[in-house]
Nanobody, 117 residues
Framework: QARLVESGGGLVQPGGSLRLSCAASGSIFTPNTMAWYRQAPGKERDLVADSTTGRSTNYADSVKGRFTISRDNDKKTVYLQMNNLKPEDTAIYYC???????????WGQGTQVTVSS
């Protein structure tokens, strides 16, 4: 089993920045994909960005050019740098770590990001 702990959420004004972190512990083996999803009130949980062990990345169109995902494989940690935040970025952000090779799929508890003036 494994545990994912997110941090870094909060309230920020439009145009501001936040950096989310997700630290994994326990049975996390590579290769894997580390990802961030978000869920706004009344909406489905959507992919924001993901990163493979080889650091190939993928972003939702709505965040391209504003968000950057990165990872530290030694620390089993994934980050999401969010710049130029907009009110529509308001959501609960969830960390996800999964591997089809090792057959696991873990979620964090979520961290609230609110963009408002």
């Amino acid at each position: 089993q494994a545990r994912l702990v997110e941090s870094g959420g909060g309230l920020v004004q439009p145009g501001g920045s936040l950096r989310l972190s997700c630290a994994a512990s326990g049975s996390i083996f590579t290769p894997n994909t580390m990802a961030w999803y978000r869920q706004a009130p009344g909406k489905e949980r959507d992919l924001v960005a993901d990163s493979t062990t080889g650091r190939s990345t993928n972003y939702a169109d709505s965040v391209k050019g504003r968000f950057t995902i990165s990872r530290d494989n030694d620390k089993k940690t994934v980050y999401l740098q969010m710049n130029n935040l907009k009110p529509e970025d308001t959501a609960i952000y969830y960390c996800n770590v999964r591997s089809t090779v090792w057959n696991y799929n873990y979620w964090g508890q979520g961290t609230q990001v609110t963009v408002s003036s």
